[in-house]
């Protein structure tokens, strides 16, 4: 069965610079939630979308930004990196007539 | 959501049903119990869900006191590949899918 895709999986950026992060759910899914989870923590939530509309906020810095698109993708867009944005970011889906969420495994980010 | 309370760590030895607790005092009538794993540094993985009966599927089981202020879930015969950190998150809406501090289960041979 098809999971949740996020690209890359893997990445390195020096401070100050910019990464975009892709999440690609899981066909029909049209729900997309993404998490930080720093390195020893827990999944913090982010921010998600529902049909394309943010549908909740979480304590994602004001340097993000995210959107889901009308093929139900979603990226999240990091500007000015800092030391402490390296973390693991995952995505997670669902639609609403399921009682479960789908996550991915997740892009590393590197912060140097 | 409620919040959820769950014990840092735990032991259990390998073949032995692992037990984990959550309280969860402060749940609604509407609000779900969801247990969700993550082995080191992967994606989080659903395990199983219930409002109100036990649940059973083929991971593990879910008991949940008729108070509902608490919950068990059983892993029936642990193995070394179910050391994670799992997750005990109490749920009405979708849109607030928060976790908590998990517990490490630790499967020793």
């Known amino acids: 069965a098809a999971g949740v895709i996020q690209s890359p999986r893997h990445l390195i950026k020096e401070k100050r610079e910019t990464a975009t992060l892709k999440c690609y759910p899981i066909?029909?899914?049209?729900?997309v939630y993404w998490y930080q989870q720093g390195p020893g923590q827990d999944p913090q939530f982010l921010i998600s979308?529902?049909?394309?509309?943010?549908?909740d906020k979480g304590s994602i810095p004001d340097r993000f930004s995210a959107q889901q698109f009308s093929d139900y993708h979603s990226e999240l867009n990091m500007s000015s990196l800092e030391l402490g944005d390296s973390a693991l970011y995952f995505c997670?889906?669902?639609?609403?007539?399921?009682?479960?969420?789908?996550f991915g495994s997740g892009t590393q980010l590197s912060v140097l | 959501d409620a919040k959820t309370t769950q014990p840092p760590s735990m032991d259990c030895a390998e073949g032995r049903a692992a037990n984990l607790p959550c309280n969860h005092s402060?749940?609604?009538?509407?609000?779900?119990v969801y247990w969700y794993r993550q082995i080191h540094s992967q994606g989080p993985q659903y395990i199983i869900h219930?409002?109100?009966n036990n649940e059973t599927n083929e991971m593990a089981s879910l008991i949940i006191t008729e108070d509902r202020k608490s919950s068990t879930l059983i892993l029936p015969h642990a193995t070394l590949r179910d050391t994670a950190v799992y997750y005990c998150?109490?749920?009405?809406?979708?849109?607030?899918?928060?976790f908590g501090s998990g517990t490490k289960l630790n499967v020793k041979p």
């Open positions: 997670a889906s669902t639609d609403r007539g399921n009682e479960k969420l789908f």
């Open positions: 066909p029909r899914h049209d729900t």
């Open positions: 979308f529902y049909e394309k509309m943010q549908s």
């Open positions: 402060t749940i609604s009538g509407n609000e779900y």
């Open positions: 219930g409002l109100k």
């Open positions: 998150i109490a749920l009405y809406n979708f849109n607030k899918f928060y």
